[in-house]
């Protein structure tokens, strides 16, 4: 039986994620209760999935086929869930991720439009069976925005390289999800400062956790 609680990252390209959870990462390493906490990304965290990960966003040689991405990350998803989310969430611990099934939703179901997001959400129940985030936070940012902010970056992976409209979609298919699993999105204005936006995820963990966020 699971009694950890499960928090995850999404939001479209280069809406602040990773810059979220690096900041959450580095307030929790200041904690006592440290080893309470456990962070994963998708797809990774096992020498595996990593390997399935160079394969999904680095690999130029010969582009996977969309359904072909969509089992790796499914596969990459299972291994995940079972050699580390669940043992961690059935220690009690808080299981931390920067991406999980909404970004599969949103990218292959709604972007690539391989199968339906509905589908999709179908095809990932089979998969991880009941396991759902706890909390999610949903960085909001419009496409055209966060493109702005893409031009600043450095090298872009294959899919961060996708046009605008593609990520139109990928927006879609957050607002698809959102709206089925609503009680566990917490919509964040992605467009406020870094830190501002960061006071704000950790008085949302202070109010839901108490005990682990003292
Ligand atoms: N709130 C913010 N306001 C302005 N720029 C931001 C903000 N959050 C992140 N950035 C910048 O946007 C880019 C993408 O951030 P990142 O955290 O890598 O996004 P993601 O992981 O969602 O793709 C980085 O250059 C980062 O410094
Ligand atoms: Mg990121």
Redesign the pocket.
Known sequence: MKNGYFIT?E????????????KLKEYISTLKNKDDFLFVREPGGTPLTDKIRRLLLNYEEDKPLPMTELLLFCAARVENIEKCVKPALQQGKVVIA?RFYDSTIAYQGMARGIMSAQDILTLTKKIIGPLKPDLTFY?KISPSE?FK??A??GEMDRI?KEGLDFHEKVAKGYNFISNIEKERFYCLD?????D??FNEIITVLKEKLPEKFK
């Not at 992605?190 to 870094?194: D, S, Y």
């Open positions: 990252f939001g479209g390209e280069a809406c602040g994620k990773s810059t979220q959870v690096k920067d960085l966060a902010r893409k600043k970056m961060e992605a467009t406020k400062e870094p501002i936006i």
